[in-house]
Every structure is written in C-alpha cells, then in structure tokens.
Nanobody, 114 residues
Framework: VQLLESGGGLVQPGGSLRLSCAAS????????MGWYRQAPGKQRELVAV???????NYDDSVKGRFTISRDNAKNTVYLQMNSLKPEDTAVYYC?????????WGQGTQVTVSS
C-alpha cells in the first residue's frame, strides 16, 4: 500500500490549503483514512479521520476550520483547511488503517506564516 500526499505549502494566516492523499495497492474496502500532524518538538497528533462509511472525527483545535472528505472509488482522502493559524504549522501525514494494518504517507509540510 502506498499513500501519495499533495497540497502542502506556505500560506499566510487566515488563508486556505487543500491536502490530498491517494492510496494505491491492496486496500480493504472498509477502512479509515485520515490526517495527522507533527510540529517540531511535538508528538504526532490526530487532525481528522473519516471511515469508509462516512463517520468523521476532528481534533477540537480544527473543528469549524478544517473539513475532511473522501472519494471511496478513488481511495482518496482530502483535507480542506481554512482560517489557517501559525499553530497549524506542521508536517501533515496521511494514514489508512483497517484491522491490524496501518499505513502512513511520507508527509507534506504546511507552513502558516506572514
């Protein structure tokens, strides 16, 4: 299984970015895909996850600003990030898991700075 992320970059505070992650390989239909992030000197933390049935969870820090969605036919998950803040700066990692299987993308840098 491979996860290919795209969409990171540099944005000013208050701006928006959209991350995409396409999964390829032998993927079980019933899975959970999501985004995690890791800022310098901090542990990796959950941002948002979405199951193949559409169940969604967000970290409280991004509720109302970020929206996660997925296209099951394309095995792709998206993260629309609005009203970005400097504290959102981190490497964002895509993840997919089911049962005992757990896969990570290589990460994409998101920097929010003026």
């Amino acid at each position: 299984v491979q996860l290919l992320e795209s969409g990171g970059g540099l944005v000013q505070p208050g701006g928006s970015l959209r991350l995409s992650c396409a999964a390829s390989g032998s993927i079980f239909s019933f899975n959970t895909m999501g985004w995690y992030r890791q800022a310098p000197g901090k542990q990796r933390e959950l941002v948002a996850v979405i199951s193949s049935a559409g169940s969604i969870n967000y970290d409280d820090s991004v509720k109302g600003r970020f929206t996660i969605s997925r296209d099951n036919a394309k095995n792709t998950v998206y993260l629309q990030m609005n009203s970005l803040k400097p504290e959102d700066t981190a490497v964002y990692y895509c993840n997919v898991y089911w049962g005992r299987y757990n896969y990570w993308g290589q990460g994409t840098q998101v920097t929010v700075s003026s």
